[in-house]
């Protein structure tokens, strides 16, 4: 079997085993507490996934878009209590709107690059934190905003696993999405942003554009993951949608795993959502996870800047004997060669030989 038929075969059989783990999980966990943590991952996963549009395709790092979640959940819970729409309605609702919001946002965001536009998605979440504070009267305030179950009839236990699956399917959509872009003309353009956004430009990539579009399907699914949790956990409070180590949580996941690759911000995902039920549930109300991701911020910039999954891939290319550059043919396939040059030479002859007769009758 050829070697690129055997890595697909492995790609396959990696992907189903994972895929069946993943929804198998439910069945399989311990107690609702570590169902709970698992629908947390998988939280993460969405949020790191949806933010990768932007870092992944452009090479924009924005530690905003914790204003593009806690929209997406304080939307939803506002439709549902002010407006009285259904639970799910509001919040597909809720991320067209938080999409919308996103297209003045990201026009004189991404008119600036680099430190300012770090800097710029910064003062986003910053902004929203103060708005949703001081506008007590209509988002609770600092005592919270409680979220009407879309499922009061089920237990706890039902209820996680629910969720589960609705988390499971808003990260398949968003995965699908992402790779879809990945291998589309829109996404070659965005390639070209990330690795020289001025030559991109000069050789007539609409570049703003590009980034405007992706900016804004990003804060949309980012919105549809703050909505789900806030369907989900059912208590919002603008502290905590509106944090800045949400979007750095975001930025650390997806460089972790990959920023360049599918599964990269979904690996990520696994081991720092894990380690940091870890920490809380270890450690309490200090602060320890803090210093853990810190740290692990610290390591993966130093030793694995693209990531674990490009740095495993290298690992695996060290010690994979190297390709020959001369292609093996057997016996039959050289003979058969050796015929058809043959033939080909003979009728190369035949037609020169044909095409030079007239002009000796001539002479």
């Known amino acids: 079997m050829p070697s ?12 189903a085993a994972c895929a069946a783990a993943l929804l198998t999980f439910p069945s399989w966990a311990a107690n609702p507490y570590i169902l709970s943590a698992g629908i947390v991952v998988l939280s993460y996963a969405v949020l790191s996934t949806s933010w990768n549009f932007v870092g992944g395709f452009t090479g924009y790092i924005s530690l905003g878009h914790a204003a593009w979640f806690g929209l997406g959940a304080y939307g939803t819970a506002l439709l549902i209590t002010k407006m009285e729409l259904s639970s799910f309605v509001a919040w597909a609702v809720a991320g067209v709107l938080v999409a919308i ?3 003045p946002v990201g026009w004189a965001a991404l008119r600036v690059r680099g430190a300012s536009f770090v800097i710029v998605s910064i003062a986003l979440v910053l902004i929203m934190l103060l708005v949703f504070q001081s506008w ?3 988002t609770g305030g600092s005592n919270g905003l409680v979220v009407p179950r879309p499922f009061p009839d089920m237990l706890r236990p039902e209820h996680h696993e629910t969720f589960f699956y609705l988390f499971a399917a808003l990260l398949a959509v968003t995965l699908l999405c992402w790779w879809l872009i990945d291998r589309s003309r829109f996404g070659m353009g965005l390639k070209a942003i990330r690795e020289d956004e001025d030559k991109a430009e000069a050789l007539g990539i609409p570049t ?11 804060a949309f699914f980012t919105a549809l993951g703050g909505g789900m949790y806030a369907l989900w956990f059912g208590d919002l409070d603008p502290v905590f949608q509106f944090s800045i180590l949400i979007g750095s949580y975001m930025v650390l996941m997806a460089l972790l795993g990959g920023v360049r690759q599918l599964y990269g911000p979904l690996l990520g995902a696994l081991i720092v959502g894990t380690a940091l039920e870890y920490f809380k549930l270890e450690f309490g109300d200090t602060q320890f996870h803090l210093v853990a991701t810190g740290l692990l911020l610290g390591v993966v910039v130093l030793f694995m800047p693209d990531g674990i999954i490009p740095a495993g891939m290298k690992l695996v290319d060290r010690f994979t004997p190297e390709r020959s550059s001369i292609r093996e043919m057997t016996a039959a396939q050289l003979l058969e060669r050796d015929e058809e040059e043959t033939s080909e030479r003979a009728d190369r002859h035949t037609a020169a030989t044909g095409a030079a007769t007239p002009e000796r009758t001539k002479r």
């Open 101 to 103: 919001f996103a297209i």
């Open 4 to 15: 690129v038929s055997k890595v697909f075969v492995a790609k396959v059989v990696v992907f």
């Open 136 to 138: 007590s009267d209509f």
């Open 208 to 218: 703003y554009s590009y980034k405007l579009v992706v900016y804004v399907v990003s």
